[in-house]
């Protein structure tokens, strides 16, 4: 188990700017990943309505608990790994596992049994090194939409703006308002309940 804080910048991409910037840094389809977001809240979206986030990453045959939530600079993970058989459990049944995650997730909810599923966001990703961070290229997919986006992970706000502005200018790429990937679930989510 372990916290931490994310420092990231990301913007959205067309296809065709995604395909510019990976043949920029030499990312090659081999390279691309492959991972799943699963998101958990309660009916009431009490957990979203915090500006936090529950879910579970599935990535090579591995689970991984993560609870992030507003830190004073990007945001604060709670991560917590689960055997599969944990993984099934919430997966299935929204059965939270003892641990950190659950501890902290109390202040927002109170009673894990509330818990219930609402999607998954699946991800090809890729990764470079970029000055002293790393630069993500992700195409995303969730209900019945596909988005692209860049990202850039530094250790300060002021660097990953820095670099993710230069990229950006270097290749004629508008700035994006650029939600993160639940808050882009989320959307589709209510879009799609109208």
């Known amino acids: 188990m372990a916290k931490e804080t994310e420092i990231e910048e990301k913007n959205l991409l067309t296809r065709n700017e995604f395909d510019i910037l990976a043949d920029t840094y030499q990312i090659k389809p ?27 990453r599935t990535k090579n045959n591995n689970y991984e608990l993560t609870l992030k939530q507003p830190a004073s600079a990007g945001l604060l993970e709670t991560n917590q790994t689960l055997t599969e058989v944990e993984a099934e459990r919430l997966m299935e049944q929204a059965e939270l596992p003892e641990g950190e995650v659950k501890e902290s997730l109390h202040p927002f909810i109170g009673d894990t049994s509330m818990l219930q599923k609402l999607g998954t966001l699946e991800t090809h990703r890729a990764q470079t090194s970029h000055e002293t961070g790393i630069l993500f290229l992700d195409h995303s997919v969730y209900l019945d939409t596909e988005d692209f986006e860049i990202e850039i992970e530094g250790s300060s706000e002021e660097e990953v703006r820095k670099w993710l502005t230069s990229i950006l200018t270097d290749h004629n790429i508008p700035v994006r308002p650029t939600p993160n990937k639940i808050k882009r679930f989320f959307t589709r989510k209510q879009e799609l309940a109208r």
């Open 30 to 56: 081999p390279q691309f990943f492959w991972q799943a977001n699963t998101y958990f809240d309660t009916p009431a979206l009490e957990i979203k309505e915090q500006g936090a986030a529950l879910r579970v």
